[in-house]
């Protein structure tokens, strides 16, 4: 088995690269062996190495899964990369009725982004900044199976959760009957529409409105649709919640950087082009915007 003692990561990279070029088959375990991390750990660390979080981002970079490390010796770790099937990936999925992409029986259905820490912890960063109110108005576009709405319940009360009037929007009818199921109290509404014709619902004004990965859309008239929630559903004293997807999902596992057609690594034009404009059009409207966020990049706004 390889060995890497106090060589420099550029030495172990190129190694992983060649055995990629040898054997990509999915499933394959690529292991090494390299100094114990926990050797190296403070300021007083006995022994040079690299920490799981490296090992870690490199197997994000390589398309491989990092599976748990094992102990060779009381120096020494079995470093252990399994390679992903890059066929397994719901961005590519092509169905018959294209308003199933996302529904209950899609590829999609099995993320669950409150699992994944970054989004986790900056979703209700932005509850936070937005600091929810009883008696609240809230939409989400795109709520698919409500997920953003159950963690609600963990920034505010449960006589305020209760007080809330919860409207959510999604295209997908498999989705919208799953939130129905799930959230069966009288003050959860749910829609199964197009967002171009969002202006057909008659919903009112909100307080707060939510959009997670939705605004981006192919086919969705993002200035249509924004005009139509700052002029038409906002409240005087309102905020928005957008989230952009910085990431992709291979084979079940997050992968860093949003990607565009032809380019065979991340490319992050588009996306900042995207956040930037909601930002310049949001701050034309008296909004305090905020951008942050790592996997998903967060616009929160209120005025």
């Given at each position: 088995m390889k060995k890497f003692t106090t060589e420099p990561l550029i030495e172990i990279v190129w190694w992983l690269q060649q055995q990629l070029e040898r054997d990509s088959?999915?499933?394959?375990?690529i292991e090494f062996l390299?100094?114990?991390p926990d050797l190296r750990a403070g300021k007083e660390g006995k022994l040079p190495g690299h920490s799981l979080k490296n090992w870690l981002d490199l197997a994000e970079y390589f398309n491989c899964r990092l599976l748990l490390p094992h102990l060779q010796d009381s120096n020494l770790v079995r470093i252990r990369m399994q390679v992903l099937d890059s066929k397994h990936d719901w961005h590519k999925n092509l169905t018959d009725d294209a308003t199933e992409k996302y529904g209950v029986d899609s590829e999609y259905a099995g993320i669950e982004k409150l699992e994944e820490p970054y989004f986790l912890l900056d979703y209700l960063h932005c509850l936070r900044i937005v600091s929810i109110q009883s008696g609240w108005r809230i939409l989400n576009l795109g709520v698919n199976r409500g997920d953003e709405f159950a963690a609600l319940n963990y920034v505010v009360s449960p006589e305020d959760f209760a007080s809330l009037h919860l409207v959510g929007v999604d295209h997908s009818e498999s989705a919208i009957q799953a939130a129905r199921l799930r959230f069966s109290e009288n003050n959860h509404t749910f829609f199964?529409?197009?967002?171009?014709?969002?202006?057909?619902?008659?919903?009112g004004r909100f307080e707060l409105i939510i959009s997670i990965s939705t605004l981006q859309s192919p086919g969705l008239d993002r200035e249509t649709v924004l005009r139509q929630l700052v002029q038409q559903q906002c409240k005087d004293k309102s905020a928005l919640l957008f989230a952009f997807p910085n990431c992709r999902y291979i084979d079940g596992e997050i992968k860093y950087g949003a990607m565009m057609r032809n380019y065979s690594t991340s490319e992050l034009s588009l996306l900042v082009k995207d956040v930037s404009f909601y930002k310049k059009y949001l701050q034309q409207h008296k909004f305090k915007v905020r951008i942050f966020g790592k996997y998903y990049l967060f616009v929160v706004a209120v005025r």
């Open positions: 088959t999915p499933g394959r375990i390299r100094t114990n199964c529409s197009d967002i171009n014709k969002l202006h057909e619902l008659n919903l």
